[in-house]
């Protein structure tokens, strides 16, 4: 009989839930809300869908679980399938944004918090499921908060509940941390399932690299991190290594110097009784490839160390085992709602204690571990909040107002929101979509808004895309939009020889359009490899990321049928264009850009147009970064803080194709806008 056990099953049985099985089941059975908590790694998002497929819970409909995370929803269907053993794609699937690897068979479906609320929009029942399970809750990402709004506002009253479906729906909540008392009393205080943790305690200890000081320019990251693994590589017992660090590029540069170092380390000398040799570094950020992600989960072989360079990612959406050592660089890459400057900024902030505790807890899953801080006492004391705040609180509302809005929910500040966010966000985000014509003074999704919500694209960006496609060059603009949906094009090489060699090649690209504009360097790097015969070669001399640029295409694709579609409704708007041809692609991106307009005031310094007058850079990965005294008028994508306010993806404009759109920033008062939600 237990030849029949794959090693796999086995694997399974091991994980702490795997004992409440039963009652886990019974509990959903018995309740329509339920609320699931557990220590990272107790199994929760990889054994619960399986135990409710086992217990007959997919006969009528699917399992749906949410993920907040693309790279999670991916790797975790992978994992599952494996289990199951299943093609990828046939019982268990996985759909994020433009990548649905999802069938007729599918059963068990993994996706992001995003698809599950644009399939919301188009099925407000969720007809199509029987189990609904919102995952990873305790990280508190926008959509997740909505959607559990969404599911309390209409699956917890009882006439709305079953309208549109033959059989009530389950819902489970899953959260790693402890604030389930909260969650239950959100959704009628439904019961709290709490999986005992099985945890080995972790000796936390800080360093003395970074200090309240280092709070404005968090630049010696790399390095400091660098030095301590490698400590622990040659000072400490075996077991693997987990580094935390902000995002793609440091990460990259922490493995290019770990690699060079590891190599120069003399390992005859024996440290301990359980000698390790050699360093495994392996990378671990969201956009990297996924067959690269994989090998994170892989034993390192026998003697080897296995060392992971990661973002946030490692600390709860995915579980590495294995793990003894922890090193924190206290740090975050974060996208704020800055209120000052009246954007969205990336920025690196210090993470909150909590958080500190999550990545620290990483370590004493298997045995007792240790976690090295680089930051001092003094940093953790006066520079790290207690929690983190709920990505709602801190974003822009816009394009989740819009969708509330399209599902016919107008009120949308008494929207029983988890945690309020503050009022003026909604408002500001209100007045954006106004601005963007997607919704009339009354507060009223307009066609133009409708037709909006379609697109899983930033609204801006959706606006200027309607505006091309209604003026016929949609092919202008849907490769730029594409670009803009996938990260890293251009490679930025860590070496600085390389690096003075792929800047030449993206300058040259950049020159060939015979404009300065980052939006038509972007559509120029689109087309050219597109017609390439050898698209893979061409990206590989001109230094861009081919898998990238691949998926940049699918995307294209995907969004030409979304267009397609809605382009066949008989009041699709048209327009004609009576100024002057060469400037049509800009002056679409003016329709969708004019929010983020910036004039030149003195020497490289902008200030941006948007009422609030915040001093900004052009970043130096622009094409026209160095070119700034040529310049008067631009338009930028998106916006960065480090040391300063950086603007990235640039465009130069006139004055007079944003001179009559600019008033629209300040025509409305947005409390106007909510009047109709708040009689
Ligand atoms: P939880 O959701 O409670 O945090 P998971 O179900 O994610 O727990 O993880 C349970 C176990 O499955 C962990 O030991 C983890 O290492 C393993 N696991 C999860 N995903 C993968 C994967 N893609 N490859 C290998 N192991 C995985
Ligand atoms: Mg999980």
Redesign the pocket.
Known sequence: KSAKWSPKEN??KR???YQHKSKLIQAVKDSSFLVVT???????????PQYLREAGFCKDGKIGITQPRRVAAI??A???A?EMQCTLGKEVGYQVRFDDCTSQDTVVKYMTDGCLLREVLADPALSQYSVIIL??VHERSLNTDILLGLIKKVFTNPAKATKGRSFPLKVVV?S?TLETDKLSAFLSNCPVFA?PGRTFPVTCTFGSAVGPKDLENFTPSALQVVKVALDIHTSEMAGDILVFLTGQSEIEHACDMLFEKAECIDYRYDVTDQSVDGLLILPLYGSMPTDQ??Q???PPPPGIRKCVVATNIAA??????GIKYIVDSGFVKQLNHNSRVGMDILEVVPISKSEAQQRAGRAG?TSAGKCFRIYTKEFWEKCMPEYTIPEIQRTSLTAVILTLKCLGIHDVIRFPYLDCPEERFILEALKQLYQFDAIDRRGNVTKLGELMVEFPLHPGLTRALLKAASLGCQDLLLPVAAMLSVENIFIRPGHPDKQKEADKKHRALAAKTGSMNDFATLLNVFQSCKSSDRPSAWCKENWIHWRALKSAFSVETQLRDILHRLQQKKDFPVETFDGNKSELFRRCLCTGYFTNVARRSIGKVFCTMDGHGSMVHIHPSSSLFDQEAELNWVIFHDVLATSRVYIRTVCPIRYEWVKDLLPKLHEVDAYELSSVARE
């Open positions: 694997e399974s994980l702490p839930i557990g220590e990272t790694g107790s199994g929760k998002t990889t054994q619960l790797t975790v992978q994992r599952v494996q995952d990873e899953m790693a999986i992600q994989r994170i989960f892989q709860t959406s995915l579980t590495i085992d899953r």
